[in-house]
């Protein structure tokens, strides 16, 4: 979980090679309208996201590895109902590196300029939320292997 531009794609793909699971890229979970709004540089409200959030929890009824930005509590709260055992990745960094590396992609449908409403919106997880906060700043490898090591340490 995360905003825009914190690798959650890499991340996830290289998480679901090391631990053997699927991988589902949540971008593509999204409405066709969802992706036009936000290519248009227009953010998500809540409503917007309620399906994609649907078809999210759908996935979560095996072991997977899904991408997913999960920006506030309740969206996360919804996750969970669908599976109480969720584990979520927190991927989170500075936003100039954010803005960044978003503005060196080459056809994302989510432009630079939607960072700012994302890290506006964005409700970090809490103590109680089962969360592995990692920052963006350490190369993928090594944030694949980070997180692969906490999980492990968790039984």
């Known amino acids: 979980m995360g905003v825009s531009g914190t690798g959650k794609s890499t991340i996830g793909r290289g998480l679901a090679e090391t ?7 949540g971008d593509d979970l999204h409405p066709p309208a969802n992706v036009a709004k936000m290519a248009a540089g227009i953010p998500l409200t809540d409503a917007d996201r309620a399906p994609w959030l649907d078809r999210i929890a759908a996935e979560l009824d095996r072991p997977v590895v899904i991408t997913c930005s999960a920006l506030k509590r309740s969206y996360r709260d919804r996750l969970r109902a669908a599976a109480p055992d969720l584990v ?3 991927l989170h960094g500075s936003p100039e590196l954010l803005a960044a590396r978003m503005a060196q992609r080459d056809g994302h ?5 939607l960072l700012e409403s994302q890290l506006a919106t964005l409700e970090e997880p809490s103590a109680d939320e089962d969360a592995i906060p990692v920052d963006v700043a350490l190369q993928p490898d090594e944030i694949v292997e980070l997180v692969v090591d906490r999980l492990g340490s968790r039984g």
């Open 88 to 90: 979520l990745v927190y």
């Open 109 to 113: 449908f989510m432009p630079p300029s």
């Open 19 to 25: 631990l053997g699971l699927p991988f589902v890229e």
